[in-house]
Nanobody, 121 residues
Framework: QVQLVEYGGGSMQAGGSLRLSCVVS????????MGWYRQAPGKKREWVAS???????NYADSVKGRFTISRDNAKNTMNLQMNSLTPEDTAVYYC???????????????WGQGTQVTVSS
């Protein structure tokens, strides 16, 4: 069973930094895109950043220049370095990875359980 586990959430004052990590239990995910989403209380889940298997990255405008996504394929790990945090970054952060379903006939999205990030002013 494929599992994604996030680490690194917590509380921080505005202007501070946090680093989130996501470990994937299956090695073949190094071949597929991965990303981060977040969901603030009362809001829809929104895309934050994504990274392709070759390391190409994309960011939501709200985090561009402050967040950096990276991956270490040898360790099946993806990271999100978050700098200059603001209260608007408060949310549950989810990692996601694309990969083959158990039948190995189609691709699907896998999700972690989420980790809380709280930024106080």
């Amino acid at each position: 069973q494929v599992q994604l586990v996030e680490y690194g959430g917590g509380s921080m004052q505005a202007g501070g930094s946090l680093r989130l990590s996501c470990v994937v239990s299956a090695s073949f995910f190094r071949l597929y895109p991965m990303g981060w989403y977040r969901q603030a209380p009362g809001k829809k889940r929104e895309w934050v950043a994504s990274i392709g298997p070759g390391g190409d990255t994309n960011y939501a405008d709200s985090v561009k220049g402050r967040f950096t996504i990276s991956r270490d394929n040898a360790k099946n790990t993806m990271n999100l370095q978050m700098n200059s945090l603001t209260p608007e970054d408060t949310a549950v952060y989810y990692c996601t990875a694309q990969g083959p379903d158990p039948t190995m006939t189609r691709l699907r999205d896998y999700w972690g359980q989420g980790t809380q990030v709280t930024v106080s002013s």
